[in-house]
Structures are given as C-alpha cells and as structure tokens.
T-cell receptor, first 110, second 117 residues
Framework: AQRVTQPEKLLSVFKGAPVELKCNYSYSGSPELFWYVQYSRQRLQLLLR??SRESIKGFTADLNKGETSFHLKKPFAQEEDSAMYYC????????????FGGGTRLMVKP | GAGVSQSPSNKVTEKGKDVELRCDPISGHTALYWYRQSLGQGLEFLIYFQGNSAPDKSGLPSDRFSAERTGGSVSTLTIQRTQQEDSAVYLC???????????????FGEGSWLTVV
C-alpha cells in the first residue's frame, strides 16, 4: 500500500528565510508525486508535480527515489506563501487518484 | 462550468438525519473524486468515479456512506443517519481522464462544510 508522510504539522519561518517542507513516501511502484497548496479560504490547488521539473512561485521539489522523498523548497519565503501544503502520490489502477499526506501548515512571519 | 462546483457550501444537520452533497465537475471531465477533510486528519479518499462507474469505493468509512454519478456528470454523496464524527469538509475533484501517468491535473471544488450537531 502507498503512504505519504509529512512529519511536520506546522512550520514557522521568518520572511526571507529558506523553507523546506518534508515529504516521504512509501510505494512499491513508480510514483508520480505532487504538491498541493490551500491558501486561506481558497480551494485546494496544484502547486507542482515532479514530472514537470518546474519551479512555481519560487518553489521546487526533487524526487529522490533512494530516500523516497519529495521535499518542497524555497530559498526565500514570502508572507504570501503562508498556507497549508499537502504532498500527494498517485496510485496505480485508480486513475489520477491521489493519496495525501497529513499536510504542513507554513506560517511566514514578517 | 469554469470550475468544480459543490453544494451546499455549508450544512448543519441534526444527528441521525440524512444529508446529500452535490458535485458538478468541470464539463467534459470523466474522472470524479470525493475526499473528506477533517480537522487534524488531513485529506482522506472516499470514492472515485470513472464515468458513471465507481471502480474504487475503498475509502467509504461505513455503509452509511454512498455515492452515485449520473450521466457522467453530477455526483451525489449521501450520508445516512449522520453522526457527529461525520463533521468535516467534503471535497469533490475532477480530472479530464483517469489514466495513470496521464499528466492530467485534478481540480478541486471549494468543499461542502458539514456540521452534525
């Protein structure tokens, strides 16, 4: 069975500081991993996916199959980055169905 | 429509009553998903539809929960004899296809906030 773990429920940093939101997964197949973000009073939305190898809003995430990790990083946090972040994994045989981690609340202080 | 639409946005119901939550996916999206977001529990998968079929119902927490989808579009999640632990945000999502590694994005609705008192 697949599982996604986000060890930190809350991460608090100051504006301009680097940010790393941790995500570890367990999955026997070849995974596709995502980061979703939910800003206050807004719907859950896709931030980035590992296959795209893109940087969105300054965030990047590298899939490390050896460590089974997909940590989300940003070199300089902004106040508007404050939100709930969810790491997610696809599951074979159920389309694009996502298994989510428990989420990490990022608070960026001025 | 422009996005996934859910109704009602808020529902307060008495314990023991039945509730129905509705989801209108993005037009043309064949895959539809229901998730539950409970306080402190993260996002929990409930059920997945491909067209009108539900190949994966593994996440439904009990037989009080059921869902259907008609015409390959609108879906209804029904909770019978609601309990206080059913209080949560019920999220619906859709995507254009259900293919694995298809690269398609899943789009979420704003959710239906259910409170059972």
């Amino acid at each position: 069975a697949q599982r996604v773990t986000q060890p930190e429920k809350l991460l608090s940093v100051f504006k301009g500081a680097p940010v790393e939101l941790k995500c570890n997964y367990s999955y026997s197949g070849s995974p596709e991993l995502f980061w979703y973000v939910q800003y206050s009073r807004q719907r859950l939305q896709l931030l980035l996916r590992h296959i795209s190898r893109e940087s969105i809003k300054g965030f990047t995430a590298d899939l490390n199959k050896g460590e089974t990790s997909f940590h989300l990083k940003k070199p300089f946090a902004q106040e508007e980055d404050s939100a709930m972040y969810y790491c997610a994994l696809t599951r074979i045989g159920a389309g694009n169905m996502l298994t989510f981690g428990g989420g990490t609340r990022l608070m960026v202080k001025p | 429509g422009a996005g996934v639409s859910q109704s009602p946005s808020n529902k307060v119901t008495e314990k023991g009553k039945d509730v129905e939550l509705r989801c209108d996916p993005i037009s043309g999206h064949t895959a539809l998903y229901w998730y539950r977001q409970s306080l402190g529990q993260g996002l929990e998968f409930l059920i997945y539809f491909q067209g009108n079929s539900a190949p994966d119902k593994s996440g439904l927490p009990s037989d009080r929960f059921s869902a259907e989808r008609t015409g390959g579009s609108v879906s209804t999640l029904t909770i019978q004899r609601t309990q206080q632990e059913d209080s949560a945000v019920y999220l619906c999502a859709s995507s254009s296809t259900g293919g694995y590694h298809s690269g398609n994005t899943i789009y979420f609705g704003e959710g239906s906030w259910l409170t059972v008192v």
